[in-house]
């Protein structure tokens, strides 16, 4: 399946940003979907995971009461929702489909986002 990230900017510390991540194929929906980020000299982290169904989902602690993650299988789209954004916060973020354990079979390209202090 071919990922697609896009919706990251620029924002101030405080603001919000959505970014999606979508597919044309409609095996889009058998896939679990996880958003990572890659920050300058760091390695790449998970952020947030949710399940081929939408009912199960995971975030991060740094994530936790300020990004939401959702899905929409009938747009084949998996949105990141991030609020009260934070300079740490700036980063490549990329989403990734998987299955079982294998959680990162496909990557997408990545989306910048930067948030200014």
């Known amino acids: 399946v071919q990922l697609q990230a896009s919706g990251g900017g620029l924002v101030q510390a405080g603001g919000s940003l959505r970014v999606s991540c979508a597919a044309s194929e409609p095996t889009f929906s058998t896939y679990d979907i996880g958003w990572f980020r890659q920050a300058p000299g760091k390695e790449r982290e998970s952020v947030a995971r949710i399940s081929r169904d939408g009912r199960s989902k995971w975030l991060s602690d740094s994530a936790k009461g300020r990004f939401t993650i959702s899905r929409d299988n009938a747009k084949n789209t998996v949105t990141l929702q991030m609020n009260s954004l934070k300079p740490e916060d700036t980063a490549i973020y990329y989403c990734?489909?998987?299955?079982?354990?294998?959680?990162?079979?496909?990557w997408g390209q990545g989306t910048q986002v930067t948030v200014s202090s």
């Open positions: 990734a489909a998987g299955r079982g354990s294998y959680r990162t079979q496909f």
